[in-house]
């Protein structure tokens, strides 16, 4: 038994992973792009607070300060030595440059000490794959929602390494918008978090808020006009001398957002015919847009998939899972890898 399990654990592959593509510095241990033996993430959201945001010369900074101590508590958690590892997967773009650079070259240098394979991750298809994480047997073709604080996308996933975007935000970001209201309501960063708490004492039903679509046959969104239409609503209620109905106005915007983002989701997934919707991203973590594509999908045969909340927001286990499957392909960078802020998908 013990040989065994001793000849299976030979055969894992196990990669170790990092992510520094905004504000997390993060480095874990998964095991077939499906088990994760360790997740660290140290969040910096503390050090921007005051600054109401991500400042990029700040977070580069404490990456440097952080990379170090949180891969050795990685290595350490996941039980493994340097030389157990088979390859090492890193997000390399889209993101902040400075802080992508930091990642990028802890894992360039781990992977040319220890001469094990460099995987060059899209930190996009590290949020789909925080799904493989959660539930072990799905497998694509599936339409997947990534919505985070710089992407509103839809995909098309039609292998785990091949992606198709079918809808994009033509301005801001879902995740961008929930956190400018936040910021125009007085909440604290981060705002999309803070934004759902204050809306569950709130009315939904208070504000009408516009919502966009188009009619042009695709799932694009647009998020500036309701965004826009909130500053001014709270700026005309602040002029009037009157206290702001703080969660009236965040559960009034988060049922209009959540609406839009599940509608087009939905429909996407229907015009695919694959039977599968899932969630990434940061906004992913939001309860009333789970509730929306759990509902929406009940009436259209299809089945929801949501990662766990701790693996919504930014992480190093969801770029092992996405690592794993380009390594299975053979498909590894070369030690000039470079990051790339504004890398597209597909
Ligand atoms: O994926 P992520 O960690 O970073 C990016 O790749 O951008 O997403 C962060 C974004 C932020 O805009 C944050 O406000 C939003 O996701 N977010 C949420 C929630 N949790 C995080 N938005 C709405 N509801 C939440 N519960
Ligand atoms: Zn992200």
Redesign the pocket.
Known sequence: MKEQAKEQAKEQIKILAIETS?DETSAAVVSNGRYILSNIVASQAELHVRYGGVVPEIASRKHVELFLPVIEKALDDAGQKPEDISAIGVAHGPGLAGALLVGLMAAKTIAYVLGKPLIGVH?IEG?IAANYLKFPDLEPPFVCLVA???HSHIVHVRDFTEFQVIGRTRDDAA??A??KVARVLGLPY????N??KAAVSGNRAAFKLPVTYFNDGSFDFSFSGIKTSVVNLVNSIRQKGAEVPVSDIAASFQEAVTGMLATNAIKAANKSNCGKIVLA???A??KALREKITNMSKNEQLTPYFPDISL???NAAMIGSAAYFHLLKGDVSSLDLNAEPSLKLG
């Open positions: 905004c930190h949020h985070s604080g710089g995740g961008e929930f956190d981060p705002g999309g978090p934004l759902e991203g940061g906004v973590a939001n919504c927001t930014d």
